[in-house]
Antibody, heavy 117, light 106 residues
Framework: EVQLVETGGGLIQPGGSLRLSCAAS????????MSWVRQAPGKGLEWVSV???????YYADSVKGRFTISRDNSKNTLYLQMNSLRAEDTAVYYC???????????WGQGTLVTVSS | AIRMTQSPSSLSASTGDRVTITCRAS??????LAWYQQKPGKAPKLLIY???TLQSGVPSRFSGSGSGTDFTLTISCLQSEDFATYYC????????FGQGTKVEIK
């Protein structure tokens, strides 16, 4: 059974850093495209970043230069390193598997990141 | 960047109703469109991809159509478990979601 479990969210001050983790089971992270998608409170969905099976990475303009997506193949885990956090980064962050380029078939339960002083 | 616009933003309907949600892309995206259902406090669930292909396990009352810039999601006979927010998403060029359509009980 495919499962994705995000951890690492919490309350962080503006300008701070946080690393989110997404532990996968039931499939191999490195053989798939994997994305992070976020949802601000009461708002819609926003794609954040993707890592391809070959290792290429891409980012939304809103996070480029501040966030870094990566994976640990030995742990079958996806990460999102978030630096220089802003209030507008406050959201539930989901990791999601892409069975093909660009659509998401399995999602984690999400982890809430709150950026506030 | 491709923008996705859904209409309406919300609608009220009764169990048994036929419901249609539209999604328009700011430029042609062929059939690279997916639909998701999201219930409060839960992750989105993939319903349809490639504009009209039903994801495994999704009830046949859900259907999708369209290509190019205009797409629709239809729920043929609304059930109680279908009250939720629906999002379209293009994957022709990167990934962009519509703003969502909330389907509420009339």
């Amino acid at each position: 059974e495919v499962q994705l479990v995000e951890t690492g969210g919490g309350l962080i001050q503006p300008g701070g850093s946080l690393r989110l983790s997404c532990a996968a089971s039931g499939f191999t992270v490195s053989s798939n495209y994997m994305s992070w998608v976020r949802q601000a409170p009461g708002k819609g969905l926003e794609w954040v970043s993707v890592i391809y099976s070959g290792g290429s990475t891409y980012y939304a303009d809103s996070v480029k230069g501040r966030f870094t997506i990566s994976r640990d193949n030995s742990k079958n885990t996806l990460y999102l390193q978030m630096n220089s956090l802003r209030a507008e980064d406050t959201a539930v962050y989901y990791c999601a598997r892409e069975p093909g380029i660009g659509l998401f078939d399995y999602w984690g339960q999400g982890t809430l990141v709150t950026v506030s002083s | 960047a491709i923008r996705m616009t859904q209409s309406p933003s919300s609608l009220s309907a009764s169990t048994g109703d036929r419901v249609t949600i539209t999604c328009r892309a700011s430029q042609g995206i062929s059939s690279y469109l997916a639909w998701y259902q999201q219930k409060p406090g839960k992750a989105p669930k993939l319903l349809i991809y490639a504009a009209s292909t039903l994801q495994s396990g999704v009830p046949s009352r859900f259907s999708g159509s369209g290509s190019g810039t205009d797409f629709t999601l239809t729920i043929s006979c609304l059930q109680s478990e279908d009250f939720a927010t629906y999002y379209c998403q293009q994957y022709y060029s990167s990934r962009t979601f519509g703003q969502g359509t909330k389907v509420e009980i009339k």
